[in-house]
């Protein structure tokens, strides 16, 4: 009998060892991925300020700002949305950032006080100065050479996931940042862009690099104008530390592709050819607790259960077998 007790006790310990040995598995504290769409169709945004797609319960503001020769960044101005406006010798002038027909948002900057031309390319996000004739007919710098988009998700702590562009023209290098805040740990406090002296000047601000692509993955530079638009998975390009891969914030800013403090170098990305495109949407996930380090808290696994050896458990069995004899013979003098 009491070495039936004590293999029906090993049968439930090892029962036991399986149930708690493991743990629950570490899970990310992410919401559902949100895309937010600047193109045409159920749930775009019309315009590049207070998008929100659907039940999503999260919005996002967009900013657009240039550098001319590494100056300080300047934000763009004019009209808003995708009203358009025009100079005195009519060239349009779209608004700062603007949501142009569907084909992603696109940017004209100011740049030694004169606002850029609509002109294509240039109505773009680009690294090219607009040199086209401005209202007095000179052939001043109109536009920045650096212009990036500054993406802003309120409260809400986001990693951001993929970009696809839209519209894009001659090549299509882009960079994208993360704002780490390096005065606080929640990212949220808002960078002052109009401080930060050129692209060279993002790293040393707070912005890091999250990776950088080449998306023109024609043989030849696209020369013609591109709708179909290209999809930047941000684990897939250049610069990309997996390390970091679950860092969230706030704010993050695309640019396109500058050398210097911040970039990277690769045989896909140059500065030679022209960068022009426009942004066409935008897909993150949600945390809902970070670390002190601005990375998505995880839930830790559970703590094992000690669990007593089979033979402790067999020594118990004796000693409860024991105790029962003991009373059965005690009623039985008794």
Wanted: glycine share 12%; aromatic share 8%; proline share 4%.
């Amino acid at each position: 009998m009491k070495k039936a007790i004590s293999t029906v006790l090993c049968g439930t310990a090892a029962l036991l060892c399986i149930a708690f040995s493991g743990g629950a598995a570490a899970q990310a504290t992410w919401g559902a991925s949100t895309a937010f769409n600047y193109g045409t169709g159920t749930g775009s945004c019309d315009v590049p300020t207070a998008c929100a797609p659907a039940g999503s319960g999260l919005s996002l503001s967009v900013s657009g700002w240039g550098s001319y020769n590494t100056s300080n960044y300047i934000q763009g101005n004019g009209a808003a949305g995708s009203v358009a406006t025009y100079n005195s010798i009519n060239q349009r002038i779209y608004g700062g950032v603007s949501n142009q027909s569907g084909s992603g948002l696109g940017f004209t900057s100011t740049a030694n006080g004169k606002q850029e031309t609509g002109a294509s390319p240039h109505h773009a996000f680009d690294n090219d100065g607009n040199n086209n004739p401005n209202a007095a007919g000179s052939t001043d710098n109109t536009g920045a050479n650096n212009e990036v988009l500054v993406l802003n998700f309120g409260t809400s702590k986001v990693n951001l996931t993929s970009i696809a562009t839209g519209w894009s023209n001659t090549d299509t290098d882009v960079m994208v940042f993360r704002w780490d805040d390096p005065n606080t740990t929640d990212a949220i406090t808002a960078p002052v862009m109009g401080s930060i002296a050129g692209p060279t000047g993002l790293v040393a601000a707070g912005w890091s690099l999250v990776s950088a692509k080449d998306l023109d993955t024609g043989s030849t530079p696209n020369t013609s104008g591109d709708f179909t638009g290209k999809t930047f998975n941000l684990s897939t390009g250049v610069g990309y530390n997996a390390t970091s891969a679950d860092k969230v914030s706030s704010w993050w800013l695309v640019s396109s592709y500058f050398t210097g403090t911040g970039s990277v170098s690769h045989s896909t990305l140059d500065t030679g050819t022209k960068d022009y495109f426009k942004l066409l949407s935008f897909t993150g996930r949600v945390c809902t607790s970070t670390t002190s380090n601005g990375t998505c808290v995880e839930t830790p696994p559970q703590t094992p259960v000690p669990v007593p050896e089979p033979t402790s458990l067999a020594l118990v069995g004796v000693a409860l077998a024991g105790v029962a004899g003991s009373r059965r013979w005690r009623k039985t003098t008794n």
